[in-house]
């Protein structure tokens, strides 16, 4: 049976399995805990660890099977009232070339985060039957976790058991990875709840805003991101001035190597979401390898005008360009549309409402699930 065949009151209970990361997959366990509590529906947190090494790569026409763990997977159950079990498989990976074995082993059906057809297509067709296109998933928290030290145990022990290998070492690497799991931990329940997103800001004037971060690695992809970001800032400064608002997040690094494009606004996440809301107009760039930033839900959940970088993977619903957003195509087109939306009030008003409307219809974490059985 497939998940979306079933109807919503077919479900007796839904059980979240506790990953191995939690940035991406708060997202997860916000949204099938309201999708539960919103349809009278119970909600466990299993003590059952699920997450198991395995990866396949498929970039390169190769199909590779790899004994790596593949963090970044989320699994839950919907039990129907006849007893039968639908397992689903989020896979939140920001590559969409990688792949969790386990996932196809034991789940129904495979939501890929990062879901591009070129990789899809050189996976065996017992494991293309399975995926399906996920959307735009970003890091939030409900806003009162459920059975918070349970999640904590849990996800301390299932760390551990990732790390730590039965040897003579095992007490000294298990002292070592306590304070990154409680950083991790720390990380989750400070970061913006469901709530955060639900207060939408009606302020759309023409300013411009655009804030990133640096990563920091050889790799030629982070480079590339890293160069992209830059030269944007720089644009988007130059051009517009005092209407722009925004920057490189600062480090120690960023000071050093930037310091003219320093953002004065805290890298803090609060602090990103109470500015962005005060800004009419947003720019919107990849993720790492080229997956789809987090920020583009974000700035639909606060029913900004977008002008975004093409998408690269595909998503289960549409954006439209022109309509819940201005798609570009090169940093002149760019700026061509920035200087339009600063001069036309109507047209931001309009792409804001769409882009929110887009956003409640199909990212809210009210809402996700509900699509995904409606898809």
Known sequence: MKFNSIRINDIKCIVWYVP????????????????????????????????????????????????????KVTYVDFILHSNKKIRLAFDLNDLGYYFSRHAFKIAD?????????????????????KIKKM????????????????????????????????????FSRGIKIFPLVYKELKRFFYTRKVSDFEVVSLNLNNNIFYQKRLFYSKDVDVKNLTEQRVNMIQILKNSFG???????????????LYPEIISNISGDQHAFLEEMKNCGICIY?????????WTLSEFMSQGKCIIAEQIYNDLPFKIRHDVEVMFYNSDEEMIEFC?????????????????RKYYDRYVNPKTFLESLLKN
């Open 20 to 71: 191995l990361e939690l940035n991406h997959s708060s997202y997860i366990l916000s949204s099938t805990l309201l999708f539960a509590k919103q349809n009278n529906i119970e909600f466990k947190i299993s003590n059952k660890n699920l997450n198991k090494r395995g990866q396949i790569n498929v970039l390169n026409d190769k199909v590779r099977y790899t004994d790596h763990w593949f963090s």
């Open 109 to 129: 059906v495979v939501y890929k985060r990062s879901y591009n057809p070129k990789f899809i297509n050189r996976l065996a067709t017992s494991k293309k039957s």
């Open 135 to 170: 959307g735009l998933p970003f890091m939030v928290r409900p806003n009162e976790s459920p059975e918070p030290l349970k999640l904590c145990f849990n996800y301390l022990i299932f760390r551990f058991k990732q790390y730590v290998k039965p040897n003579r070492s095992v």
């Open 242 to 256: 005092d209407v722009f608002k925004g920057g490189l997040m600062e480090d120690s690094l960023s000071v050093k």
């Open 285 to 293: 760039t990849r993720g790492l390898k080229k997956s789809t930033g």
């Open 339 to 355: 200087k339009q939306l600063v001069l036309d009030e109507n047209k931001r008003k309009e792409l804001g409402e769409n882009a």
